[in-house]
Protein backbone atom coordinates (compact mmCIF):
# COMPACT_ATOMS: atom_id res chain seq x y z
CA UNK A 1 0.00 0.00 0.00
CA UNK A 2 1.13 3.56 -0.58
CA UNK A 3 1.12 6.38 1.34
CA UNK A 4 2.44 9.71 1.29
CA UNK A 5 3.84 12.03 3.90
CA UNK A 6 3.17 15.73 3.21
CA UNK A 7 5.63 17.25 6.07
CA UNK A 8 7.90 19.82 6.22
CA UNK A 9 10.05 19.25 9.10
CA UNK A 10 12.62 17.02 8.38
CA UNK A 11 13.14 14.69 11.31
CA UNK A 12 8.79 13.70 11.72
CA UNK A 13 8.95 13.22 8.27
CA UNK A 14 12.14 11.14 8.63
CA UNK A 15 10.49 9.09 11.49
CA UNK A 16 7.33 8.61 9.66
CA UNK A 17 9.05 7.41 6.59
CA UNK A 18 10.97 4.86 8.61
CA UNK A 19 8.34 3.47 10.58
CA UNK A 20 6.03 3.27 7.66
CA UNK A 21 8.68 1.77 5.79
CA UNK A 22 9.64 -1.14 8.23
CA UNK A 23 5.59 -1.56 8.26
CA UNK A 24 5.32 -3.08 4.39
CA UNK A 25 4.38 0.78 3.03
CA UNK A 26 5.60 1.96 0.06
CA UNK A 27 6.02 5.90 1.29
CA UNK A 28 6.78 9.23 -0.42
CA UNK A 29 7.40 12.68 1.06
CA UNK A 30 6.75 15.86 -0.08
CA UNK A 31 7.88 18.88 2.30
CA UNK A 32 5.67 21.35 1.32
CA UNK A 33 2.18 22.07 0.50
CA UNK A 34 2.59 22.72 -3.29
CA UNK A 35 4.56 19.97 -4.22
CA UNK A 36 2.18 17.84 -1.88
CA UNK A 37 -0.84 18.60 -3.98
CA UNK A 38 1.14 17.84 -6.66
CA UNK A 39 2.25 14.55 -5.87
CA UNK A 40 -1.37 13.49 -4.04
CA UNK A 41 -3.09 14.13 -7.86
CA UNK A 42 -0.56 12.73 -9.72
CA UNK A 43 -0.35 9.53 -8.43
CA UNK A 44 -2.77 6.88 -6.66
CA UNK A 45 -2.56 6.67 -2.68
CA UNK A 46 -4.27 4.68 -0.38
CA UNK A 47 -3.59 7.80 2.40
CA UNK A 48 -2.06 10.80 2.69
CA UNK A 49 -0.28 12.05 6.29
CA UNK A 50 -0.81 15.77 6.10
CA UNK A 51 0.93 18.43 8.09
CA UNK A 52 -1.57 21.69 8.97
CA UNK A 53 0.97 23.99 9.01
CA UNK A 54 3.19 23.90 5.72
CA UNK A 55 5.09 26.32 3.22
CA UNK A 56 3.82 27.41 -0.07
CA UNK A 57 0.41 26.06 0.72
CA UNK A 58 -1.41 25.52 4.29
CA UNK A 59 -3.15 21.89 4.76
CA UNK A 60 -6.48 23.01 4.77
CA UNK A 61 -5.78 24.64 1.66
CA UNK A 62 -4.23 21.20 0.31
CA UNK A 63 -6.67 19.34 1.71
CA UNK A 64 -9.74 21.55 0.26
CA UNK A 65 -8.21 21.65 -3.01
CA UNK A 66 -7.50 17.57 -3.56
CA UNK A 67 -11.27 17.02 -2.43
CA UNK A 68 -12.82 20.25 -4.09
CA UNK A 69 -11.34 20.78 -7.13
CA UNK A 70 -9.07 17.14 -7.75
CA UNK A 71 -11.96 15.13 -6.51
CA UNK A 72 -9.89 12.42 -4.88
CA UNK A 73 -11.72 11.08 -1.97
CA UNK A 74 -8.19 9.51 -0.63
CA UNK A 75 -8.17 8.87 3.35
CA UNK A 76 -6.67 11.94 4.52
CA UNK A 77 -5.08 11.42 8.36
CA UNK A 78 -3.92 15.09 9.51
CA UNK A 79 -0.88 16.45 11.50
CA UNK A 80 -1.04 19.34 13.95
CA UNK A 81 0.31 20.97 16.88
CA UNK A 82 -2.47 22.50 17.17
CA UNK A 83 -5.12 20.95 19.68
CA UNK A 84 -8.29 23.77 19.92
CA UNK A 85 -11.46 22.01 18.69
CA UNK A 86 -12.23 25.08 16.33
CA UNK A 87 -8.48 23.61 14.66
CA UNK A 88 -9.27 20.34 14.11
CA UNK A 89 -13.34 21.14 12.95
CA UNK A 90 -11.68 23.48 10.59
CA UNK A 91 -9.71 19.90 9.63
CA UNK A 92 -12.43 17.69 8.98
CA UNK A 93 -14.65 20.85 6.74
CA UNK A 94 -11.91 21.11 4.47
CA UNK A 95 -11.90 16.81 3.86
CA UNK A 96 -9.59 15.46 6.83
CA UNK A 97 -10.97 12.16 7.67
CA UNK A 98 -8.98 12.04 11.31
CA UNK A 99 -6.62 14.26 13.16
CA UNK A 100 -3.42 13.84 15.67
CA UNK A 101 -1.90 16.26 17.49
CA UNK A 102 1.97 16.43 17.71
CA UNK A 103 3.98 14.96 19.46
CA UNK A 104 2.39 11.47 18.77
CA UNK A 105 2.88 7.79 19.07
CA UNK A 106 4.07 6.30 15.79
CA UNK A 107 2.17 3.38 16.67
CA UNK A 108 -1.00 5.31 17.12
CA UNK A 109 -0.46 6.77 13.71
CA UNK A 110 0.24 3.18 12.31
CA UNK A 111 -2.96 2.06 14.05
CA UNK A 112 -4.91 5.16 12.29
CA UNK A 113 -3.44 4.68 8.97
CA UNK A 114 -4.84 1.09 9.09
CA UNK A 115 -8.06 1.91 9.95
CA UNK A 116 -8.43 4.59 7.69
CA UNK A 117 -6.93 2.63 4.71
CA UNK A 118 -9.68 -0.63 5.86
CA UNK A 119 -12.73 2.07 5.66
CA UNK A 120 -11.79 3.25 2.31
CA UNK A 121 -11.40 0.02 0.38
CA UNK A 122 -14.62 -1.55 2.67
CA UNK A 123 -12.79 -3.27 4.98
CA UNK A 124 -14.94 -3.01 7.82
CA UNK A 125 -18.26 -3.44 6.67
CA UNK A 126 -17.85 -7.09 5.63
CA UNK A 127 -18.27 -9.98 8.31
CA UNK A 128 -16.01 -12.23 6.76
CA UNK A 129 -12.65 -12.66 5.16
CA UNK A 130 -11.93 -14.69 2.03
CA UNK A 131 -8.80 -15.70 -0.12
CA UNK A 132 -8.48 -18.50 -2.51
CA UNK A 133 -10.09 -21.36 -0.51
CA UNK A 134 -9.66 -19.86 2.82
CA UNK A 135 -12.39 -18.13 4.55
CA UNK A 136 -12.75 -16.61 7.85
CA UNK A 137 -15.59 -15.41 9.48
CA UNK A 138 -15.12 -12.08 11.77
CA UNK A 139 -18.07 -13.33 13.97
CA UNK A 140 -17.48 -16.51 14.99
CA UNK A 141 -14.03 -16.47 14.19
CA UNK A 142 -14.18 -19.70 12.49
CA UNK A 143 -11.60 -20.39 9.72
CA UNK A 144 -12.28 -23.00 7.05
CA UNK A 145 -10.30 -24.35 4.26
CA UNK A 146 -11.86 -25.66 1.02
CA UNK A 147 -14.87 -26.60 3.98
CA UNK A 148 -11.97 -28.08 6.18
CA UNK A 149 -12.39 -26.63 9.31
CA UNK A 150 -9.06 -25.00 10.93
CA UNK A 151 -8.54 -24.63 14.57
CA UNK A 152 -6.18 -22.15 14.99
CA UNK A 153 -4.70 -20.68 18.79
CA UNK A 154 -5.48 -16.88 19.16
CA UNK A 155 -2.14 -15.62 18.10
CA UNK A 156 -2.30 -17.42 14.68
CA UNK A 157 -5.85 -16.65 14.31
CA UNK A 158 -4.52 -12.90 14.63
CA UNK A 159 -2.04 -13.52 12.04
CA UNK A 160 -4.11 -14.82 9.52
CA UNK A 161 -7.13 -12.47 9.83
CA UNK A 162 -3.90 -9.37 9.35
CA UNK A 163 -2.46 -10.92 6.59
CA UNK A 164 -6.21 -12.14 5.05
CA UNK A 165 -7.41 -7.91 5.35
CA UNK A 166 -4.61 -7.41 2.58
CA UNK A 167 -3.57 -10.08 0.43
CA UNK A 168 -0.70 -9.20 -1.23
CA UNK A 169 0.58 -6.48 1.06
CA UNK A 170 3.72 -7.19 2.35
CA UNK A 171 3.62 -6.98 6.11
CA UNK A 172 6.66 -6.05 8.06
CA UNK A 173 7.75 -8.30 10.95
CA UNK A 174 7.89 -5.53 13.00
CA UNK A 175 4.21 -4.47 12.07
CA UNK A 176 2.73 -7.88 12.82
CA UNK A 177 4.43 -8.01 16.07
CA UNK A 178 3.22 -4.90 17.13
CA UNK A 179 -0.20 -5.75 15.66
CA UNK A 180 -0.83 -9.13 17.92
CA UNK A 181 1.60 -8.64 21.26
CA UNK A 182 1.23 -4.80 21.47
CA UNK A 183 3.81 -3.37 23.35
CA UNK A 184 5.91 -6.91 24.83
CA UNK A 185 6.90 -7.67 22.03
CA UNK A 186 7.97 -10.96 21.49
CA UNK A 187 11.48 -13.27 21.41
CA UNK A 188 12.98 -13.08 17.74
CA UNK A 189 12.13 -16.46 16.55
CA UNK A 190 8.02 -16.67 18.58
CA UNK A 191 6.75 -14.49 15.14
CA UNK A 192 8.68 -17.09 13.18
CA UNK A 193 7.79 -19.94 14.79
CA UNK A 194 3.88 -18.52 14.92
CA UNK A 195 3.99 -18.64 11.02
CA UNK A 196 5.23 -21.26 10.75
CA UNK A 197 2.24 -23.05 13.23
CA UNK A 198 -0.28 -21.48 11.03
CA UNK A 199 1.22 -22.48 7.43
CA UNK A 200 1.33 -26.18 8.71
CA UNK A 201 -2.72 -25.85 9.51
CA UNK A 202 -3.44 -24.52 6.11
CA UNK A 203 -1.45 -27.32 4.70
CA UNK A 204 -2.06 -29.94 6.89
CA UNK A 205 -3.99 -31.67 3.80
CA UNK A 206 -1.58 -31.02 1.12
CA UNK A 207 -3.12 -28.10 -0.27
CA UNK A 208 -0.94 -25.06 -1.94
CA UNK A 209 1.29 -22.73 0.31
CA UNK A 210 -0.51 -19.22 0.78
CA UNK A 211 2.00 -17.47 2.95
CA UNK A 212 4.84 -15.99 1.51
CA UNK A 213 8.17 -14.97 3.03
CA UNK A 214 9.52 -11.89 1.40
CA UNK A 215 13.39 -12.24 2.60
CA UNK A 216 14.45 -9.25 5.05
CA UNK A 217 10.85 -7.80 5.04
CA UNK A 218 8.07 -9.66 6.34
CA UNK A 219 5.05 -11.91 4.87
CA UNK A 220 2.02 -11.94 2.51
CA UNK A 221 -0.54 -13.99 1.31
CA UNK A 222 -0.28 -14.73 -2.22
CA UNK A 223 -2.62 -17.52 -4.17
CA UNK A 224 -0.16 -21.00 -5.63
CA UNK A 225 2.69 -22.23 -4.66
CA UNK A 226 5.13 -20.40 -2.84
CA UNK A 227 9.02 -20.31 -1.70
CA UNK A 228 8.06 -20.08 2.05
CA UNK A 229 11.51 -21.26 3.00
Known amino acids: ?74 PVLMLTAKDALDDKLAGFVHGADDYLVKPFSLKEVGARLGALIKRYRGGVATNELRFADVRLDLTTLAVERAGRVIRLQPKCLHLLRILMQSPGRVFGRTELETEVWGDELPGSDTLRAHIYTLRKALTQRGEAELIETVHGLGYRLVAGDTDAS
Open 1 to 74: MKVLIVEDDPAIAANLYDYLEASGYEVDRASNGQTGLKMAVSDSWDAILLDLSLPRMDGLTLCRKLREEAHRDT
